[in-house]
């Protein structure tokens, strides 16, 4: 699967880890830094298909100062093009040039931020461009990834020390930052709230494959949830609220593929591991293996994903996708919604795999 408001999100968001298919949305905006950094930025293929692929960049600072605005760019050599995004401002017709948005303006030591994007390509594999500019410091790096593996190359040894310690666990995030770059918490009272989710400052996305190269960014307005006092989530989505920009296709949605008035909602509910909030310190952010039940359209079943779970401050959480969760149509009985949406509108074919990205803020109770 893009979305953030007013300046809660600025505050939220100042070390917002990722995002995989979602939101479009761009502007062109860079502040100039008054203290030198360094960052690494990854070119990252996700997916890949005959015409058509999903890649991230993801921009580490690596350095021991906040980055404060960012920009990057990169140029491919053959036949691929972006034709859609999310989290960046992107300008340009190749080359390209992504900046950051509002709430994503800032990166933390020891901290980092994706955006992400769909493109064109012809019958080769996607291309790895090199990416350069004002948030890439005096390194860059580039990795395809192949099912679950991710190849990576750094021409910096700190920064690929740096970059192994916060994947591998909450504790090793920690040391690896500096002592300023985190305000510690010891709040009983925060460990033990229960939280609310703040819809506002939130964002569920999903995207759609039609005819086999368009591709669309959707998302739901309405949803509800909370993490109880014994860390187990839950998300309610209002499925009538689906939003795709075209008043009759949401209305053939619902009728056609929801089928609302039987399924109005669906429901996912986690339980988080147990120490997870009360062992995060402000401005930390830890990457997690979830397993989550998902009933929709009258039939429960199982997603397993990595989310990325941060402190935003003593009374607020962000937990977000990593990367992009490939629902399919078959395993909740939608195949046939899908195809009935297909000759409503009379076209060749719609994907019934759909890539659905997720930004959940959680205020305590």
Known sequence: ???????????????????????????????????????????????????????????????????????????????????????????????????????NSTIQPGQ?????????????????????????????????????????????????????????????????????????SSSSSVATAAWNLNTTDSSLNFVSTKNSHVVEVHNFTTFSGNISTSGVATLIIDLSSVNTGVTLRDQRMRDLLFETATYPTATVSVTLPSTLLSSLSVGQTAPTDITASLSLHGVTGTITTKVSVQRLSNSRIIVQSIAPILMKAGDYSLTTGVEALRAAVGIASISTAVPVDFALVFDAR
């Open 112 to 184: 980092y931020i994706e955006f992400g994007f769909q493109g064109s390509k012809g019958a080769a594999s996607a291309e790895i461009p090199v990416v350069a500019g004002t948030a890439c410091g005096s390194t860059t790096s580039s990795s395809s990834r192949s099912s679950s593996s991710v190849a990576t190359s750094s021409s910096s040894s700190s920064i690929s020390s740096s970059r192994s310690s916060i994947s591998s666990s909450p504790s090793s995030i920690s040391s690896s930052r500096s002592s300023s770059s985190v305000t510690t």
């Open 1 to 103: 699967m893009n979305n953030f408001k007013t300046s809660a999100i600025s505050h939220r968001m100042r070390e917002v880890v990722t995002r995989s298919l979602g939101a479009v949305g761009f502007s062109l905006a860079i502040s100039t830094l008054s203290i030198p950094t360094f960052a690494a930025c990854q070119y990252v293929i996700q997916d890949q298909w005959g015409s058509g692929f999903n890649a991230k960049i993801k921009v580490t600072n690596d350095g021991t100062n906040p980055i404060n605005g960012w920009a990057v760019n990169w140029q491919y050599s053959g036949d691929n093009r972006i034709t859609n995004s999310y989290n960046a401002a992107l300008t340009g017709t190749n080359p390209y040039t992504a900046t950051n948005l509002n709430w």
